[in-house]
């Protein structure tokens, strides 16, 4: 089982910055894959970037590619997406997750990640 846990979230005007984390504990060391994903109301949840853990190669949707940078800190077992010039349409929750499977879609589909965190919220305002 792998436990993740988000926090960072909170209200930021448009322009500005924030950082999210998510703490992985458990088995989290069996996780080839980590990403984020985000869900406005009333839409689908959509995958925002995804690293992969072992050669920390990531990808990132276009619509917040330039602006948002996913890392992990291995020691800390954390991972983290820094988010920079922030617009109104990134308001959403923000969830971590997880996935062991050897390959993952970049078309980023939630099926793919077994495991989630309850997700932390992202308000921007213009």
């Known amino acids: 089982q792998v436990q993740l846990v988000e926090s960072g979230g909170g209200s930021v005007q448009a322009g500005g910055s924030l950082r999210l984390s998510c703490a992985a504990s458990?088995?989290?060391?069996?996780?080839?894959?980590m990403a984020w994903f985000r869900q406005a109301p009333g839409q689908d949840r959509e995958g925002v970037a995804f690293?992969?853990?072992?050669?920390?190669?990531?990808y990132y949707s276009d619509s917040v590619k330039g602006r948002f940078t996913i890392s992990q800190d291995n020691a800390k077992n954390t991972l983290y997406l820094q988010m920079n010039s922030l617009k109104p349409e990134d308001t959403a929750m923000y969830y971590c997750?997880?996935?062991?499977?050897?390959?993952?879609?970049?078309?980023?589909?939630?099926?793919?990640?077994?495991?989630w965190g309850q997700g932390t919220q992202v308000t921007v305002s213009s």
């Open positions: 458990g088995s989290s060391y069996s996780m080839r894959y």
């Open positions: 997750a997880a996935s062991s499977r050897g390959a993952v879609s970049l078309k980023m589909r939630t099926v793919e990640y077994s495991y």
């Open positions: 690293i992969y853990t072992e050669g920390r190669s990531t």
